[in-house]
């Protein structure tokens, strides 16, 4: 049974950093991909960043390019989400999920009905 269990929400002032971790039990990475999606209150759950595992290479929506950065940590079976210079439309709960079919070639994308795994979310809330 695959598990996904993040930790590091919190709140923050504008401005300020936040790192979210995404520990992955039942699965070990393997050409697949790991995202990271956040829905705020009143709105559609949207995509935020996804890597793919094979290579790390990573892809972002337009609105956290240069702030977040997605890393994984393959010894620890670990996804990562470094979240910097936040904003208050930033403030959403935060989910990590996971698309374990494997693949030769990068075609991870940030959308969510591709993912078969998800945690349990973790809040982030920042204020301006």
């Known amino acids: 049974q695959v598990q996904l269990v993040e930790l590091g929400g919190g709140s923050v002032q504008a401005g300020g950093s936040l790192r979210l971790s995404c520990a992955v039990y039942?699965?070990?990475?393997?050409?697949?991909?790991m995202g990271w999606f956040r829905q705020a209150p009143g709105k559609e759950r949207e995509g935020v960043a996804v890597i793919y595992t094979g290579d790390g290479s990573t892809s972002y929506v337009d609105s956290v390019k240069g702030r977040f950065t997605i890393s994984q940590d393959n010894s620890k079976n670990t996804v990562y989400l470094q979240m910097n210079s936040l904003k208050p439309e930033d403030t959403a709960t935060y989910y990590c999920?996971?698309?374990?079919?494997?693949?030769?070639?990068?075609?991870?994308?940030?959308?969510?009905?591709?993912?078969?795994?998800w945690g349990q979310g973790t809040q982030v809330t920042v204020s301006s």
């Open positions: 039942g699965y070990t990475f393997r050409r697949g991909c």
């Open positions: 999920a996971a698309e374990t079919a494997a693949r030769l070639i990068n075609n991870c994308a940030v959308v969510a009905g591709r993912f078969n795994y």
